[in-house]
């Protein structure tokens, strides 16, 4: 790895972690260096005024508030973006796959020429976009109650077919594979629930909020995973 991506690396590992110290053993571990070889990239960091406190043996951290330019992307990244783009056109609904498409060619317009055959000539690749029914729901309108934590009336069938009202709180939409979910509070059910999308038959947008935000709702809906 050349000097100056590994330096740019501990920016983005020091970044990722946040608040919390990350010593030099764990930084040379991930990046396959020495610790002596972290110790002078940090010195070389401080040097050149980017905000990092700590100290050997104790660990290191990055001031909030420091950014690099956004489009400082390595080869790893590029590719990464990619892929997550070609899947959203694959798998996500027709305006995420329209916006998927617009992100690859804004992508390949911005990023330096030597990295343009990353985004035009890719050697990552999803399957194509799967054959998909009409979508029962207004998904760009789900994801935006999703947001505002708006509540949602539901005709919904089960497995098995029966069908029953539901009112949610929606919080979040799951993608796995070419079945889509909305994860919610139900009401109904006076717990979380997931729903299908494909099963839901009907649905009502109401403009009520519900009293928790969706941020929050969410956390509690993981710490019961």
Do not use: H, N
Not at 5 to 20: C, E, G, H, N, T
Not at 189 to 194: E, I, M, P, V, Y
């Amino acid at each position: 790895m050349r000097r100056a991506d590994r330096l740019f690396q501990i920016i983005q590992l020091l970044r990722r972690q946040q608040r919390k110290p990350v010593t030099a053993d764990a930084i040379a571990d991930e990046l396959e260096t020495s610790k002596r070889t972290i110790y002078r990239d940090i010195a070389t960091l401080m040097a050149q005024r980017v905000p990092i406190r700590g100290e050997a043996g104790i660990g290191y951290v990055l001031d909030s508030g420091f950014d690099l330019p956004p489009l400082m992307l390595t080869t790893d990244e590029v590719e990464a973006a990619v892929l997550g783009a070609q899947w959203v056109k694959a798998q996500g609904d027709r305006v995420l796959a329209r916006a998927a498409d617009d992100l690859i060619a804004k992508l390949a317009a911005t990023v330096p020429e030597g990295m343009r055959d990353l985004v035009l000539e890719p050697v990552v690749a999803t399957p194509p976009r799967w054959d998909e029914a009409p979508e029962p729901v207004d998904m760009t309108q789900l994801r935006l109650w999703c947001r505002k934590g708006f509540k949602l009336d539901l005709d919904y069938g089960d497995a098995e077919g029966r069908r029953t009202r539901r009112t949610i709180w929606p919080f979040l939409i799951g993608y796995r594979d070419a079945l889509r979910m909305v994860f919610a509070w139900c009401e109904l059910r006076q717990d979380f629930r997931s729903f299908r999308i494909d099963r839901i038959a009907d649905a009502t947008f109401r403009e009520e909020r519900y009293p928790y935000r969706p941020a929050a709702l969410q956390s509690r809906w993981r710490k019961t995973l």
